[in-house]
């Protein structure tokens, strides 16, 4: 079992920037692809940004908003996974939770692919 937790998130002022963290523990961090997915007020969850285990790829969101203000990152070192989100607004609002995909290779976008979830970590944006 790989446990995840999510830090880092609260009450952010729209503008400002917040980065997320997810600690693992458990299993061998590096088997995982980990990404990271977001649910809004009445949204369905979907899919931020994926990091490969050595991080030699990272793929974002199609939507372009996510991809000009989210970084999604690791430090296997440390067991981490971050990601960081500049000039929040409020449609930004939501549970971020990150997910463990246990692959050789590749990176999904679907959540029912992973494996492990951490609860989440709440970020609400005032304006």
């Known amino acids: 079992q790989l446990h995840l937790v999510e830090s880092g998130g609260g009450l952010v002022q729209a503008g400002g920037s917040v980065r997320l963290a997810c600690t693992a523990s458990?299993?061998?961090?590096?088997?995982?692809?980990m990404a990271w997915f977001r649910r809004g007020p009445g949204n369905e969850r979907e899919f931020v940004a994926a990091i490969t285990p050595n991080s030699n790829i990272k793929h974002y969101s199609l939507s372009t908003d996510v991809r000009d203000r989210f970084s999604i990152s690791r430090d296997n070192a440390k067991n981490e996974v971050y990601l960081q989100i500049a000039n929040l607004q409020p449609k930004d609002a939501a549970v971020y939770s990150c997910a463990a995909d246990f692959r050789t290779e590749g990176y999904s976008i679907y959540s029912p692919d992973y494996d492990y979830w951490g609860p989440g970590a709440q970020v609400i944006v005032s304006s």
């Open positions: 458990g299993r061998t961090f590096t088997d995982y692809v």
